[in-house]
């Protein structure tokens, strides 16, 4: 089945700096790579996505680039803000989907 | 992205009896739901999909007898934790996806249950 990892546990970041989220995976052929960001107490919120036909898409602040070749994709999000600060998961799959361990990220004033 | 719901968002509960928790899909029908599981600062385990109007299809190591699965429509799925006891305790949170041809999953807020 798919395994999914995800670098690192924890991130720290000045606000205003970009945050980057790395993940890996074990399954070729998985199609489909969602990223979510979830905040206590809450369920986790869809925050961009990328299926296996593309290498890049961007949304404003975020990106997520894809390899393929490589198994491995990852989250960048530019100028982060205070609001920017929660756990990310990173996911990978099809019809249904295996997600990493998180990243909790921290905004620093 | 998709509204979803759950309902109740918490329950408190004594060993032995049952809860039910609901999952809606507020804006669009729904053929396919799933159920997670979240231990405290973990991730999210697939418990198992609930496909309406058929039996749901359980994880390995997933309980079928324990955790009852209905999809009876479109827009209701629920989760029924027999028999809980504190092991159980966790935050329960329920996933549509729009269609058959699309991948994405839109999740509810969660239930968080606490058995005592």
């Known amino acids: 089945g798919e395994n999914v990892e995800q670098h690192p546990s924890t991130l720290s970041v000045q606000e205003g700096d970009s945050a980057v989220i790395k993940c890996t995976y074990s399954d070729s052929a998985s199609n489909y790579f969602p990223w979510y960001k979830q905040e206590l107490g809450k369920g986790p919120q869809l925050i961009i996505d990328?299926?296996?036909?593309?290498g890049e898409k961007k949304d404003q602040r975020i990106a997520v680039t894809l390899n393929k070749t490589a198994k491995h994709f990852s989250l960048h999000i530019t100028e982060t803000q205070p609001e920017d600060s929660a756990v990310y998961f990173c996911a990978a799959g099809d019809d249904k989907i295996i997600f990493g361990k998180g990243t909790r990220l921290h905004i620093l004033p | 992205g998709a509204v979803v719901s759950q309902h109740p968002s918490w329950v408190i509960c004594k060993s032995g009896t049952s809860v039910k928790i609901e999952c809606r899909s507020l804006d669009f029908q729904a053929t396919t739901m799933f159920w997670y599981r979240q231990f405290p600062k973990q991730s999210l385990m697939l418990m198992a999909t609930?496909?309406?109007?058929?039996?749901?299809?359980?994880e390995q190591g997933v309980e079928k007898d324990k955790f009852l699965i209905n999809h009876a429509s479109l827009t209701l799925s629920t989760l029924t934790v027999t028999s809980a006891h504190p092991e159980d305790s966790s935050f329960y949170i329920c996933?549509?996806?729009?269609?058959?041809?699309?991948?994405?999953?839109?999740f509810g807020p969660g239930t968080r249950l606490t058995v005592t």
């Open positions: 990328i299926r296996s036909n593309v």
């Open positions: 996933s549509v996806t729009p269609g058959t041809t699309t991948y994405e999953q839109y």
């Open positions: 609930s496909n309406e109007g058929s039996k749901a299809t359980y």
